[in-house]
């Protein structure tokens, strides 16, 4: 699998209810549609560089419970490898109840993490790095000394591989992550979390926390995205606005779909202003349809 891009976090199972309004508390709703999917960001990510035409593999920890033939399965639909993922008995996959509003378009997302334990170090270590042109994590806040650690065996090891990172929920600890990417995508909550009231305010904010040379993503929601750099001693920074498709389906993994969107441009060298149009542009495309299959 030479060349191939990696992404490292969680797979999960989404149980997707796509209601035309958002539930009033305490009634019975009928909805016109239930979905059983796959998710979870690096395993959403995987989906998408797949699509793209990239050689993909995930590596998260699977749980050997009755769930396993529908993961296995569905990854396999999406031609994405997971052939160094452990396998663990006695636990469930985590699970996310979802509910998609159409109305609004807002995906809210009610997270279990189970009894499924964390990636450990021995896990990565295990992999032979010269498969991979490109290792992408999420930053996960149960697993942080962990990632640190194999993001510092690919740095001692690899004088090739890029490497980006993905801080999305608001947990301190994740900054920890921040200056060891050569891509960071920050999430708008994390963003604000960290007092950045604007995407333009965020992207120069975290260029000074995160590594030399590093490119700095924030996906603001609707409002679309930025990034930058520090180009000899000066920030560039691009705003982007989001691309909208004439009928929003569903926005589940919008994010997912622009970081690994991102991800491909940088894979294939394109410059990263030419990288978040792209990003902007099948960000909008995914939230088009239904799931990740069909973009373009
Ligand atoms: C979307 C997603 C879902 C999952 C949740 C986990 O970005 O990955 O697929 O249920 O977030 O936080």
Known sequence: MANASLCVGLVCIDIVA??????????????????????????????????????????????????????????????????????????????????????????????????????????????????????????????????????KFVRENSKSIKISVEIEKTRTVLGELLPLGDVVFISKEFSQFSGFPTMKEAVKGFIGLSRPGCIVVCAWGSEGAAAGQNVNGTDVVKCQSASAPCRIIDTLGAGDTFNAAFVYSQINLWDWKKGLEFACHIAGCKIGLKGFLGLE
């Open 18 to 151: 796509e209601s035309e309004r958002f539930p009033v508390e305490d009634t019975d709703h009928r909805i016109p549609n239930l979905s059983y999917r796959r998710g979870g960001n690096a395993s959403n990510s995987c989906s998408v560089l797949a699509q793209l035409g990239m050689k993909t593999e995930f590596l998260g920890t699977l749980s050997n419970s009755i769930q396993l033939d529908f993961i296995q399965r569905d990854f396999a639909e999406h031609s994405v490898s997971i052939e160094h993922c452990p396998i663990f008995p006695d636990c469930e996959f985590p699970t996310s109840i979802v509910i998609l509003n159409a109305c609004n378009s807002t995906r809210t997302i009610m997270h279990h993490p189970t009894n499924l334990q964390e990636l450990g170090v021995q896990h990565f270590t295990n992999l032979n790095l010269n498969n991979y042109s490109w290792i992408h994590f999420e930053g996960r806040s149960a697993n942080v000394d962990n990632i640190k650690q194999m993001i």
